[in-house]
């Protein structure tokens, strides 16, 4: 007969050395680059509301590299511009955008030199743009909305650090413009042609996600969501602190910061669910824009149903 120890033992070690072969769960990734309208994230996480989650956050200098570490599968959530998210399935079928996180209510905007009045006194003339899929998809729709077409101007590509000293150099009549830098250039005379609050729902930033990713990490991904919401609902309740929190991780001071914010409609639960439901969402006309645009580029092979790229799973079971 066995002793007591050894079937104690026979029972207990296969279960003690099963609890160390267990691996910890990975966390569920975040990316994004600095941008006021995705503060409320790091806002979040500064007052511990993401307590609760495996969560990373990770940062990163450009919407480039962003896009580069959702390609490579390094993030299971980014936030991007739609524009970017539309070009991104193109490589990445199964990309699904869950959340709209912003529209650009006026962030985005053409400035030029004195002396220049309206849209139309650009024909001929040389746009500074940077290399951002949403600086030519904004100028292409100003263009259209002035009665122009792209090759109507002279489009030089700039970097965003290099649209002063262009201006100032003379070698640009005006430049696309986007968040703070909209202030720096008009606090040194560039005055505003056009700005993107003449283009109600059509320029948004997104979250996004694979479908794969969103069943292995759903309940992360649902508590990633309720606090988008919560995180608003403090901007709301307690802005000044939460333009403190938000300005410090920008590097920016407080009241630029609040400028910049303005141009920025942050959206909740309920305006999610007022754009993105219903067989044919109000969201949907923008994608399907978008997409004209990048097919008449060659930037994508063919356009997808905006039914299949916005996915509302994340919101049915959120309380707006």
Not at 152 to 175: C, F, S, T, W, Y
Not at 193 to 217: N, P
Not at 250 to 273: I, P, T, W
Not at 287 to 309: E, F, K
Request: hydrophobic share 45%.
């Amino acid at each position: 007969m066995k002793s007591i120890s050894g079937i104690v033992a026979a029972v207990v070690l296969p279960l003690l050395l099963a609890a160390c072969d267990k691996s910890p769960s990975p966390p569920l990734v975040f990316g994004a680059n600095l941008w006021p309208g995705y503060e409320p994230v790091y806002l979040a996480r500064e007052l511990g509301y993401f307590s609760a989650i495996n969560l990373r956050l990770a940062e990163y200098n450009s919407a480039a590299e962003v896009q580069q570490a959702f390609r490579k599968h390094e993030l299971q959530l980014a936030a991007v511009t739609i524009e970017d998210a539309i070009q991104l399935s193109r490589d990445i079928p199964d990309l699904k955008i869950v959340l709209l996180l912003g529209s650009s209510h006026g962030a985005d905007a053409i400035l030029s030199r004195p002396g220049i009045d309206g849209m139309r006194q650009l024909q001929g003339l040389r746009v500074g743009v940077d290399n951002s899929l949403r600086g030519a998809y904004f100028l292409s729709l100003a263009l259209k909305n002035a009665g122009m077409q792209p090759g109507q101007v002279e489009i030089v590509p700039l970097p965003v650090n290099g649209q002063e000293l262009a201006m100032r150099a003379q070698k640009v009549d005006a430049v696309v413009v986007s968040g703070p830098a909209r202030e720096n250039l008009q606090e040194n005379g560039l005055h505003e042609l056009f700005s993107s609050t003449r283009l109600s729902g059509k320029m948004f930033d997104v979250l996004i996600a694979r479908d794969e990713d969103m069943g292995r990490f759903h309940n992360e991904m649902m508590e990633w969501v309720q606090t988008w919401n919560r995180s608003l609902d403090f901007i709301h309740t307690q802005p000044d602190k939460a333009m403190q929190i938000m300005a410090k991780h920008e590097h920016m001071d407080v009241a630029r910061f609040s400028k910049a914010l303005k141009d920025v409609e942050l959206l909740g639960m309920q305006r999610n669910l007022d754009l993105l439901s219903g067989e044919q969402p109000a969201v949907g006309g923008g994608v399907d824009s978008i997409q004209r645009y990048l097919l008449g580029r060659g930037l994508i092979n063919m356009g997808a149903d905006a039914a299949m790229l916005l996915d509302t799973s994340l919101l049915s079971k959120v309380s707006p």
